[in-house]
């Protein structure tokens, strides 16, 4: 399934108004600025700090947005969340385009205010139909997904058309996104214009950092393509940040980055840390026989690796290498040799219903065998069979038991795993300061399964201050690389909180 995740890179922090008057726009550590349209008056940006307060005070909006805007930024006056909010809204009580769009991104990311998507989005239209193209492209992301409203890459070209005419940059890129996706807009949706577009209704306006993304990346080659050129020779070819981000790394700091700073090694560096997107190249790369020396067992390993991190793309590729009969001459007698990852790669194949030439008993024996020859994935595999009472009864000692065997022989994936069943687990009392901090510091290094429990701990408030905003930011950039689990999460908390109006209803359609 191909899922257009909109990326509003949210600050990592947010307060209700109610809790505090420092700016959310000046919090340390920020890794990104949100867009905030910072609006360009000669009068007002020249004038006394207590003649804008007059204005504003005399229900001129312009100023109203203005003095908003220096709470929030901490320009002339101090930065103060509640009163930047108080301004803005004033503002917005005005119908003024730019005070709906930047209200808009604070509630979109919940920066002073309740995160709220769908007051959001209705922000973002008004400020789009007053010809706004932050606000057209803003409103265009909006339907790229079926999270706020259904889903409609007709309005969405729609949108990012209006927003690119008027040279937004950003709109342009998601318009050459969009149409390599194999999306053919139609004669309505491409012809639409704005009578408006050409006026600037309430200012001339400036974007500061607009990190706007539309990340998305299909791990199937793509159409018209030279076949030679597959993913993982193109994957190889991003430049090092590039490559960085779509790993999960780029919020490592450098100094934790591998001294080789090879795409290989950075590759194996992100697969060791738990990310799927690395494990997927890897095991394609042992399939195709490009980069790595083809190994349908390793590939196999990779993939079911990568699949119990939540990438269904993994599951397909393992479920349609295994239809060949090759794959299993191989392991036969790779396991008749006693090598681990042959065992692991069957038992876990059979353990996933994907096979049934082997019994119950004879895949948990092959992972014991390998389990005593060290073999760290097979530890995982088993404590996720005695956690999960799949092919065995339930039993949560025995699997913390050999997650913790892993963990021993240094499985971030399987101190993962630790943290989460004990995080979760009502009668496991204890402080989680240290493990809270283990799981940003591991989902810094591109690990999937820590950025979703870390979620799940800001959205439940468990072992940090709860915050829906922050687990919403984790959840979705979780879903955008891949994970079914979080985008199912994502969905789950849009939901609890979906209005009753006909707009906001989802309704399920055929990819």
Not at 83 to 99: C, E, G, H, M, T
Not at 177 to 192: C, N, R
Not at 378 to 406: F, H, W
């Amino acid at each position: 399934m191909r899922y257009f995740i909109l990326l509003f890179l949210i600050i990592s922090t947010s307060l209700f108004a109610q809790d505090s008057t420092r700016s959310q726009a000046l919090k340390e550590n920020t890794p990104r600025k949100y867009p905030i349209i910072k609006a360009k008056y000669p009068s007002y940006s020249l004038i006394a700090g207590y003649l804008l307060v007059t204005e504003a005070n005399r229900n001129d909006p312009f100023a109203q947005h203005e003095l908003g805007l220096r709470y929030l930024l901490g320009n002339g006056f101090p930065a103060d969340t509640v009163k930047a909010i108080y301004w803005i809204r004033k503002a917005v009580d005005q119908n003024l385009p730019s005070a709906r769009f930047n209200y808009g991104i604070m509630l979109y990311n919940g920066i002073g205010v309740p995160w709220n998507p769908f007051e959001a989005y209705q922000n973002f239209k008004s400020a789009a139909s007053a010809g706004l193209p932050e606000a057209q492209f803003a409103a265009g992301l909006i339907y790229t997904d079926n999270l706020t409203v259904n889903k409609n890459f007709n309005i969405a070209y729609k949108y990012f058309n209006l927003s690119a005419e008027a040279n937004y940059i950003p709109a342009k890129e998601a318009l050459k996104q969009l149409l390599k996706s194999g999306f053919t807009p139609t004669i309505d949706s491409a012809s639409i214009s704005n009578e408006k577009q050409s006026k600037r209704i309430d200012e001339l306006a400036s974007v500061i950092d607009p990190n706007w993304d539309l990340d998305f990346y299909d791990f199937d080659e793509q159409k018209g393509k030279n076949k030679k050129e597959d993913i993982v020779s193109e994957v190889l070819k991003k430049k090092p940040l590039e490559l960085k981000r779509f790993l999960g790394l780029d919020e490592l700091p450098q100094e934790s980055m591998p001294k080789d700073s090879s795409a290989i090694s950075l590759l194996k560096f992100a697969a060791e840390s738990g990310s799927p997107e690395a494990l997927m190249i890897i095991g394609r790369g042992y399939e195709r026989g490009t980069v790595f020396e083809k190994d349908l067992i390793l590939a196999a390993v990779n993939y079911l690796r990568a699949y119990r991190l939540g990438s269904m793309k993994a599951g397909e590729y393992l479920f349609t290498m295994i239809q060949s009969k090759e794959l299993f001459g191989m392991l036969k007698e790779k396991i008749n040799r006693g090598e681990a990852n042959a065992m692991y790669a069957w038992a876990g194949i059979s353990a996933l219903g994907f096979d049934n030439q082997i019994s119950n008993q004879q895949a948990l024996d092959f992972l014991k065998k390998a389990v005593e020859k060290k073999h760290i994935s097979s530890m995982i595999e088993l404590g996720l069979l005695y956690s999960t009472g799949i092919m065995v009864e339930k039993n949560r000692d025995k699997a913390i038991q050999y997650l913790e065997t892993a963990k021993a022989f240094g499985s971030k994936e399987a101190s993962i795993r630790i943290i989460m069943s004990n995080l979760f687990d009502s009668t496991v009392v204890k402080n989680f300061t240290d493990d809270i901090t283990t799981l940003h510091n591991i989902a810094n290094e591109g690990s999937i399964l820590a950025q979703t429990a870390l979620a799940l701990c800001f959205e439940k408030g468990i072992g940090v201050k709860e915050n829906k905003a922050t687990a919403i930011r984790l959840y979705r950039y979780a879903a955008q690389r891949g994970s079914e689990t979080a985008y199912n999460s994502l969905k789950r908390m849009y939901d609890e909180l979906r209005p009753d109006e006909e707009e906001f209803k989802i309704y399920l359609l055929n990819e």
